[in-house]
């Protein structure tokens, strides 16, 4: 059998009626015409009583009457546009009296649209959307802007430059897929011990989120690995400038690991963010190479004649999990061998068409390249990514980091 329709009057929906403000007697006249279009009107007589309601509550948008009887409309429109809380809210006026000296008044300070008084459905309809429509577009604009900035003010965590170390050559790139990335890199000298912490990391996710879980692990990973020069001896407990230079390697490698999980996770785990990283402290004089690998990719040590070890991880990524375990693996780079630490989207970027670079053809310009120095791995490596990606939206952040130990002339 087939179950009977309900009533028509009995059907209802979850979705409210958006709610606008209309300030004084003309606006508010327009009130049914609103209703008719599904929205909920709250009108007000006065300027004053409207900055209240605005305050206090989330609107559409807003109908002035140029004609308020307290203040100017133009002066109650500025007053609104220089609000930070208000300033994108769109805004329509009416008149009872096509007062145009008023209404263009109030477009000069910042109303978005005239309605008529008189105007029928359709014109409602069309200057509406078209107020909404500008601000959208505006508070747009806003965003790129805002972008840019945290772009720029992203790029200045990372580092301005490479140290440069006798008998090691250096060389790194990073290519945000978005204006912001969750990838960093780090490299800088250890206090005077002569050894060099070196940093490749990729935080879960893409976006704003994930850049500013970048400028904290980076933080955290550089403040807890040089207290003294990263300004954490309060925070860390640790008082002499020599402690650094007098802890071994993999303790120090291991501590800062420990130290970044601990604090992610611990005083931020409810937002699920974490980043797999690899940590690495190269001792130039005689090539001793110790390391963290946090659930990261494998980093490559590279041989002259192309053979290459993978460095695997030795514990997982930061912040997933507090007290997580982190060992310290000890190697050698010997004198003309690379070491290379990427990111994934590398091995994860797409051609035009879809296809995925991999690790096959990531080793195999590695294996290319690796024997010429850092800077010919990381510069071939982009060439080739350039030219197999070619128009393709980037699918991941972009991240490498080259190390290649030179006899000191």
């Known amino acids: 059998m087939t179950a009977p329709k309900p009533p028509r009057g009995t059907m209802t929906t979850l979705r409210a009626p ?25 009108p007000t007589s006065t300027a004053a009583d409207a900055a209240k309601k ?6 559409e948008f807003a109908v002035v009457d140029v004609a308020l009887p307290d203040m100017p409309a133009a002066a109650f429109i500025a007053s609104i546009r220089a609000d930070d809380t208000l300033a994108q809210l ?12 008023a209404i263009e008044a109030c477009l000069e300070r910042g109303a978005d649209d005239y309605l008529p008084a008189s105007c029928g459905q359709g014109i409602l309809r069309i200057r509406i959307a078209a107020a909404i429509d500008r601000r959208s577009l505006q508070d747009t604009q806003a965003l790129r802007r ?8 992203q790029r200045d965590f990372l580092p301005e430059a490479l140290p440069i170390v006798p008998g090691v050559e250096l060389d790194a790139a990073l290519q945000p897929a978005r204006q912001v990335s969750g990838d960093f890199f780090d490299a800088f000298p250890l206090g005077t011990s002569g050894r060099i912490l070196l940093v490749v990391g990729d935080v879960c996710d893409k976006g704003v989120g994930a850049a500013l879980f970048m400028a904290l692990f980076r933080s955290l990973i550089r403040a807890s690995a040089d207290p003294v020069a990263g300004g954490a001896e309060q925070t860390l407990g640790r008082q002499s400038p020599t402690d650094t230079d007098a802890e071994g390697t993999p303790e120090l490698l291991t501590r800062v690991a420990s130290f970044t999980n601990n604090y992610i996770a611990n005083l931020h785990g409810r937002t699920n963010m974490f980043a797999t990283a690899f940590l690495a402290c190269l001792r130039p004089s005689d090539g001793e190479l110790v390391y963290v690998n946090a659930g990261h990719e494998p980093a490559l040590i590279v041989a002259p004649d192309g053979s290459i070890e993978e460095l695997r991880p030795t514990g997982p990524a ?21 070491l ?8 994860e970027a797409r051609s035009a068409g879809g296809v995925v670079f991999g690790n096959e053809r990531l080793r195999a310009v590695v294996r290319d390249h690796g024997a010429r120095g850092a800077s010919a791995l990381v510069h071939g490596l982009l060439d080739t ?23 000191i002339s």
């Open 54 to 59: 605005l305050h206090a509550g989330r609107y």
């Open 318 to 338: 930061l912040g997933m999990m507090p007290d997580s375990p982190y060992t310290a693996v000890t190697r050698t780079l010997s004198l003309n061998h690379s």
């Open 90 to 101: 769109p805004i329509l006026v009416t008149s009872a009296t096509d007062d145009l000296a």
């Open 385 to 407: 990514m350039e030219s197999f990606t070619r128009q393709a939206e980037p699918h991941d952040d972009l991240t490498m980091l080259a190390v290649t130990r030179h006899s």
């Open 340 to 347: 290379f630490a990427f990111t994934d989207g590398l091995s």
């Open 146 to 153: 805002d972008m840019v900035v945290a772009r720029n003010i």
């Open 18 to 42: 958006s709610r606008i403000l209309l300030a004084g007697a003309a606006s508010a006249a327009l009130g049914m015409r609103f209703v008719d279009e599904n929205y909920m009107p709250f």
